[in-house]
């Protein structure tokens, strides 16, 4: 059985910063892919970044330039981390991954259970 747990959310002033992580564990073949969600009180869920690989990420335009994405293959861990926060970041953040759970099985989208990131004076 596959577990995405994720960690390092709380409350944050205006210009600091956060680094989350969610880290997958059980059953696992291969990993195609990794990457974050957000979604706000009263707003639909965005994607924040989407991560191939340690050097390829694509970001949403309200988080380009502030928050930068990585993975650490050797433990199947993605983080996010996000610098010059913004109350408009105020959100729930969710990590994904794409994960093979048997050599010929489907490939799934398992998702975390989401951090709070609170940004507030």
């Known amino acids: 059985q596959v577990q995405l747990v994720e960690s390092g959310g709380g409350l944050v002033q205006p210009g600091g910063s956060l680094r989350l992580s969610c880290a997958a564990s059980?059953?696992?073949?291969?990993?195609?892919?990794m990457g974050w969600g957000r979604q706000a009180p009263g707003k639909e869920r965005e994607v924040v970044a989407i991560?191939?690989?340690?050097?390829?990420?694509l970001y949403a335009d309200s988080v380009k330039g502030r928050f930068t994405a990585s993975r650490d293959n050797t433990k199947n861990t993605v983080y996010l981390q996000m610098n010059n926060l913004k109350p408009g970041d105020t959100a729930v953040y969710y990590c994904?991954?794409?994960?093979?759970?048997?050599?010929?099985?489907?490939?799934?989208?398992?998702w975390g259970q989401g951090t709070q990131v609170t940004v507030s004076s």
């Open positions: 991560s191939t690989s340690d050097r390829h990420t």
């Open positions: 059980g059953s696992i073949f291969s990993i195609n892919g």
């Open positions: 994904y991954a794409v994960i093979r759970a048997t050599m010929n099985g489907d490939a799934d989208t398992y």
